[in-house]
């Protein structure tokens, strides 16, 4: 029989969990010390609470579980196959971590300290195109605050990102924008109704250049006016101070892009006072997640690296208003732990410490030395130290072959001498020194 | 909309997750220190790896997963719906960490080092009907080693028994039996084929007691010459060490039952020679997972609490023979986290530090102080301090209320005084004292 996995998803080697492990506990530990709280929910959600949150393609790659027992009963299966899926599967795989978190916060509203500061690190499934850094099982950190709507949620977010990249010795630059901003620019070439046409154009800028946005906005049905009177913003200039004052005056008729352009300079402010290590920008064009963010919008890019977005969030005001909780103001972010992965990987920056998972290796040389073995091993362990003992009594050359294999910092010693005096004999594997010691002074060393 | 989540499946709030985390990272702790190494399997496997591996009510108990895009196309619907179940889904959710670790073996044999130690945390999923302490999706804590049939694998898997329920506080027994010595008992009845009926009913003794399982042997076909033979083996009296004694005259007769017995000897000489502070005994009744144990069988019982086993595992000498790698022997455990989760709860025993998730909140008394606090609370955090600081400045009661609800060991004040000073006001929630110290000192004590 042929071993094999599902395309998209992946088996992790004890190797690459203490490299994923190591990220996931940098994260974890930042969420930890901002005092974020931690929340699980269930893999399998019903259907119905996932259908219709994540756009049409959504639905599509969402992965459905079928009912169990006969699944067939009264269904017509002479109809479409969108139609019969929801008669089959009752349940459906996580999807993001978003929608369960609303989900939860509604159901659980009433044991729930608000504001609350929750975060949460389960897998999620979309039946997306496998591709690569593209899984159909992968693993988002969410952190998020709702119930409150002051900036101090956004300012506290940024400083967990820097915290975060801090602690990875990744240099990153934050891009900030803020969705009111974009309601103010299409405000101010009166096309409000355009918002998403003219920030999908705009968010090109990058990679297709000033003429190209252009012809897009004439493509997607603006006038030339219209694409004239962006102009003034992309003409824009300076540190995002200045550009905020150049917007203040270019929103004069718009109440919205003026409180954008308000909203926006505080957070720069308290930014500024707090001193993050990282570089903080403002990014006009960013305009990730627009479906549902209201205020700022958050990315996060690595410096060193040419790679995606690793970190991204931003500030919703209606989030659990799908399921019925209106006018719950709330903000997040979420680490792409694979993506972080790869960066850490291409700029070899991952401690070199992690791959130690064992310290100390007791050489096996029979039963009588193995009773002997164990009682100091258990000491040991019961201290929390790493420690192996060979199973049997092989060759020498074996066992220290699994020593070196295993990467053990010491090698351990018991033959008639040691028994005799009760003493362990230490190997240290990197300068290759031994030292006899009596064992709880051995033990201690190893500790 | 009314927000629920599939039967059988569970939300955590974070006082649920403190306390599943505190029995997650004490195994995890414990598995390290046996050196034991992680691995991960996608929660995802293809439906033709678990199918047949956890007989025919396995296979009605996976989850199955609906194929994306059309999966009606070319499938016959006239079928019977377990016909149909596999045409439509190519995959399904793991059922047990046992048999993807056994395909992940073979998968990964050349990247991996043998004798191999590895432990898994991760959910598995179950169509099971829900009830009390029945989850339909929950965590084992599996570990296991593979590639070597030394007994010392079996002497640290009840090391390391003892030490996780050291840890946790909880008094447990060990029951310990030997697959070989049910097979010997099978043997000198003159019945080795109705292994399986004998130890099934063999295994009722401690709940029907001793005629009740007379009359099911009886049921189950065995004359009352064999059954009668059986005897001598109910009437074992003494330890282990006396009870393997008496077998071994018994089993004169039966070759694999006196490897048992010699196996079993050896293991209980380890035991004892290792002090475990939990009590180990010997359990003739005790046929757990008996489909693929062939070696040692373990279960693990609180003494104070009336609860099923709350871990249990033994030695199978081809587990990875299914996937095509016959001749690696392997043991291993698995603790079941949700029924530990329960006996804590039971005995109270919960540490009571747990609950704190935030250690200190900076009260908000408006813009000026907080750009103050936000500069103190950020060092704290960098040394991973859990702290808040309140996001807006509302009525001071609220302030305290939250900082009531969350737990935390210390507020902090600050207002005109302390701005001019340079200090910051503590107040220790515990004992009610307030202390106003220079920030930096503040900081420390703090920390």
Redesign the interface.
Known sequence: ?K????KG??????SE??RR?YIFDTIR??F????F??????????L??LMGKYGEEGD??L????N??????DVD?SAD?RH??PQ????G?RYDLTVPFA??V???RD???F?FR?YQLQ?V?R?DRPQKGRY??FYPCDAD?IG?D?L??E??LV?MID?VFHRLGINVTVKINNRKILAGIADIIGAPERLTDITVAIDKLDKIGLEAVREELRERGLSEAQVSALDPVFALDGDAKQKLESLRSLFADSATGLLGVDECSTLFD?IT??QPRCTVELDLTLARGLNYYTGAIFEVKANDVAMGSICGGGRYDNLTG???LPGVSGVGISFGADRIYDVLTELDRFPATLEQ???VLFINFGTTE??YC??WA?E??????????Y??AAKPKKQME?AN??GVAYVVFVGDQELADGTLTLKDMATGQQLTLPAQEAIDRLS
């Open positions: 029989m071993c094999s996995i599902p998803t992946r088996d992790f080697l004890p969990m203490a492990n530990d930042v930890k010390a901002f005092a709280e931690p929340i699980e929910t269930p893999s399998l959600e019903n119905s609470t599509k790659l992965f459905k579980v079928l169990s027992g006969d699944f067939m009963k299966f196959y019969v899926a089959i599967c009752e349940r795989l989900r939860f509604v159901q659980h044991q729930i300290v504001p929750r897998p499934w039946a159909r099982e605050m409150s002051s101090m949620g300012l506290e400083q915290e308290m006072a707090a799908i399921f019925g998972s064992a310290r193995q009773a164990i009682r258990t040991l362990r019961r201290r929390g130290i790493p420690t192996l003992i199973p049997e699994y294999r295993r």
